[in-house]
């Protein structure tokens, strides 16, 4: 009984705390960070605090049976708000993006460019925000197309589940299930997909962690898979500052590949 009586006072605390009323500085969590790998992370931000997660750059490539599309995006950020002891909202938009659209039938270029998409989400902890071994949150989202760049963009939206454990020897383990219902990649039409990631983390050297991460997506419409190895590397430059770079690599000719810079901090 006492460990569990532990705990609940821990969360009991924490409750205290809301977006008008932050949590003393002095008494923060340790940062973490949805970024930068694609399992997000299950805490939250400490409520009454911000936390901004950007790519500075972010470059991709992906190619369907009909085109290839290249992709640059400045500043891809997310901001996060700490709005109770374990919840958080979440707003995501991209500063600019240019692309390049090639007809791999026809050689046809087009090119665009602009403001892009604007994403709200919300992510609720449901255990381990406050210490343990395991954690666990769900992360329901919908996107907004206000996208310049891309023309064919539309309303879409999921919910994601993440998970994380801690392991002998400071070594973390990621887990994450997510749903989505997205636009096809040829036309306008929306489909089905589910995503399973699996991630782990370790410091390499003091304040530098390296990250290694497999996941995979199935479109159900399609009856396509896709599966990807990604690698990051994240620096503790200070206590409320990190930068971190690293790729998400498609195998299949299909899958797209991403490469990025970028930076998290926290006020």
């Known amino acids: 009984m006492y460990l569990p009586m532990i705990a609940f ?32 992370s299950p805490f939250t931000v400490d409520a009454g605090h911000f936390q901004y997660e950007t790519d500075l750059i972010r470059t991709s490539r992906e190619r369907s049976d009909s085109k290839q599309t290249n992709t640059l995006l400045i500043n891809q950020a997310n901001l996060k708000i700490g709005i109770t002891g374990s919840m958080a909202i ?29 994403t709200f989400r919300i992510k609720q902890n449901l255990l381990g925000n406050n210490g343990g071994n395991f954690a666990l949150a769900v992360l329901p989202y919908v996107k907004f197309p206000s996208s310049k760049f891309d023309t064919q963009s539309r309303f879409e939206g999921g919910l994601i589940v993440p998970m994380q454990f801690k392991l002998p020897g400071e070594w973390k383990l990621g887990l994450q299930l997510e749903a989505d219902r997205l636009k096809d990649a040829d036309q306008q039409a929306m489909h089905t997909e589910f995503l399973q990631s699996l991630t782990i983390s370790h410091a390499l050297i003091k304040g530098v962690d390296g990250i290694g991460e497999t996941y995979y997506s199935y479109d159900f419409k399609a009856h396509q898979w896709s599966n990807f190895l990604n690698a990051a590397i994240q620096i503790d430059v200070a206590r409320d500052f990190k930068l971190d770079a690293g790729l998400n690599y498609g195998i299949q000719q299909t899958a797209s590949k991403h490469y990025f810079i970028g930076a998290s901090c926290r006020f």
């Open 9 to 40: 006072g821990q969360d009991k605390l924490s409750d205290t705390y809301w977006l008008f009323h932050p949590v003393p500085k002095a008494q923060m969590r340790d940062m973490e960070t949805d970024r930068p790998d694609v399992t997000e």
């Open 90 to 118: 979440q707003i995501g938009f991209q500063s600019f993006g240019r692309e390049k659209e090639t007809d791999l039938g026809s050689g046809e270029v087009k090119k665009s460019y602009g403001i892009g998409d604007v």
